[in-house]
């Protein structure tokens, strides 16, 4: 359901956000943080945003909603495949303890904005570039 999908984006767009500003990751180092405040990066990325091209409202969008979450994880990893992906990695972080259910997710293929100064093109974005001409 993409009300869910939203919510979920949103909630990790600010833990993400939180995480920059109090810098407490373990597993990056300083210059990540350093790369990540460039004004220059800031900026591309920005550009990539609001780039005109064709746009549709929220309510417009595909959906997909499923009676069970293993259904819904299902359609997510069939999506995966359609777009030529080959792997998704889940790892179960949740600490009982706290009982707040965690799950980190990989996947391999998947590439981020592209106005870093250090992004490489991967395999499916060159293949989509060649495609384009």
Do not use: C
């Not at 995966?80 to 707040?100: N, S």
């Not at 799950?103 to 093109?121: I, T």
């Amino acid at each position: 359901m993409r009300e869910i999908a939203l919510l979920r984006a949103l909630t990790e767009a600010a833990q993400s956000r939180l995480t920059q500003i109090a810098g407490s990751r373990d597993d990056r180092t300083p210059s990540q943080y350093v790369r990540q405040r460039d004004p220059n990066i800031t900026a591309a990325a920005r550009e990539e945003l609001e780039r005109p091209g064709p746009r549709r409202r929220f309510a417009e969008g595909p959906t997909f909603h499923a009676d069970t979450f293993n259904a819904d994880v299902a359609w997510e990893l069939e999506q995966l495949r359609a777009a030529g992906v080959k792997r998704a990695i889940a790892v179960e972080l949740t600490r009982p303890e706290l009982g707040i259910p965690v799950v980190r997710v990989v996947v391999p293929g998947l590439e981020p904005l592209s106005g870093d100064r250090s992004y490489v093109p991967g395999a499916r974005a060159r293949a989509q570039k060649e495609q384009a001409g």
